[in-house]
């Protein structure tokens, strides 16, 4: 049985007004951790929600905030290709954002994304297992984890009904996506639902009823892999614009802040 979690779904008028508000929990959470534990270690994805988020941090005021050579940043999933290719998501975050701050090159892991994908998958396992010190089995506890979610009901490359689903004992894995005829390399739902914080970034109608859906259906994870996302903490946070959340409860209070409970 999944475990119970408490959404909160925050609304915003528009996509930028998501994109500021995904930029104030990055930098609120990277503080905190740096406080609580020296360093933050947070894990991003690709996008076009978290590409507007990225052009924020480069800027004012955000920029000038962030402990920059506190922080590891990692990828939740990567594309099967090269770092300079059109559909990297390590390109996109170096374009956006890496180009334009003082992040130290040995805090920036990403995803080799040109090798084999169980090759790169390998690696990167060993890259977090490195970073975190971990031993034996240990899981990492990312500080923050930011997800997307697709009109399929897909979050990292965790798509529906493929393999990767039923992985719970590695850290990293290389999944094969029938449905596009390709390979991702992609955090595991163990190592996602370990995070501290954990928050979806979800704009648009076309996402309307999946969310509906993936938040007030049946739990069908082979269905909607977005299901799987059950935090160890209990708390779960959506980022969503208004016409993303077209199908969900009305809040009821000014700040367009609602709460759902998953049992």
Not at 150 to 156: C, L, V
Request: aromatic share 6%; with cysteine.
């Amino acid at each position: 049985m999944p475990r119970p979690v408490t959404v909160t779904y925050r609304i915003s008028s528009t996509p930028a007004e998501v994109a500021a508000a995904a930029a104030q929990l990055f930098t609120t959470a990277v503080i905190e951790a740096v406080k609580a534990r020296g360093v933050a270690r947070v894990a991003i994805s690709g996008g076009t929600t978290p590409k507007a988020m990225f052009a924020l941090l480069a800027a004012e005021p955000f920029a000038s905030q962030i402990p920059w050579d506190k922080l590891d940043l990692f990828w939740v999933d990567e594309r099967c290709v090269p770092p300079d290719h059109a559909d990297s998501n390590y390109r996109m975050t170096r374009e956006a954002l890496l180009s334009k701050v003082p992040l130290p090159a040995d805090r920036i892991h990403r995803m080799e994304g040109e090798l084999d994908p169980e090759v790169a998958a390998a690696r990167y396992e060993s890259t977090i297992r490195n970073a975190f010190r971990l031993e034996g089995a240990e899981t990492p506890t990312f500080d923050l984890i930011l997800l997307g979610m697709g009109d399929d009901g897909h979050t990292a490359s965790l798509f529906p009904h493929t393999e990767g689903l039923n992985d719970l004992t590695h850290i990293v894995i290389a999944n094969h996506v029938p449905q596009k005829d390709t390979w991702r390399i992609t955090l595991t739902s163990p190592v996602i639902n370990q995070g501290r914080e954990v928050a979806f970034l979800i704009e648009g109608a076309a996402k309307a009823q999946v969310l509906h859906d993936v938040l007030l259906g049946p739990f069908q994870p082979d269905t909607y892999p977005s299901q799987i996302i059950r935090p160890a903490s209990g708390q779960l946070t959506l980022l969503l614009d208004s016409a993303a959340a077209a199908n969900l409860p009305e809040p009821a209070n000014a700040d367009q802040t609602g709460t759902l409970e998953l049992r």
